[in-house]
């Protein structure tokens, strides 16, 4: 496995989390990072994406203000903050790497990402 995500747990509304993913530092250092969501019967929605840097991160407007990516080069970790969780925000959570630009203003696609992660589950209940 290449790209493990965790973090994952039960938390309330309003409540916060930060999800990790680990890769090789050859992945992260090679490849940009991106964060998806998936809902129980809906399809796989882009969250969040990281440049080179931190600089330029996009956010889905479902999440925008709310969380932040970043990534720690030295720990090989990349981090997802969510604060002011929602009930909508539980999903199945993926890390994914292997695109090559990132951008606010551009949309992640699951087809730009080669390396995946299995997945790690995020519930928002009271």
């Known amino acids: 496995v290449q790209v493990v995500a965790s973090g994952g747990v039960l938390v309330q509304p309003g409540g916060s989390l930060r999800l990790s993913c680990t890769a090789s530092?050859?992945?992260?250092?090679?490849?940009?990072t991106a964060w998806f969501r998936q809902s129980t019967g809906l399809v796989r929605d882009s969250v969040s994406c990281?440049?080179?840097?931190?600089?330029?991160?996009y956010y889905s407007d479902s999440v925008k203000g709310r969380f932040t990516a970043s990534s720690d080069a030295a720990k090989n970790i990349v981090y997802l903050q969510m604060n002011s969780l929602k009930l909508e925000d539980t999903a199945v959570y993926y890390c994914?790497?292997?695109?090559?630009?990132?951008?606010?203003?551009?949309?992640?696609?699951?087809?730009?990402?080669?390396?995946w992660g299995q997945g790690t589950q995020v519930t928002v209940s009271s």
């Open positions: 530092a050859f992945i992260l250092h090679a490849y940009l």
């Open positions: 994914a790497a292997g695109a090559h630009f990132c951008h606010a203003s551009k949309t992640p696609l699951i087809d730009e990402y080669e390396y």
């Open positions: 990281i440049g080179y840097g931190n600089a330029y991160p």
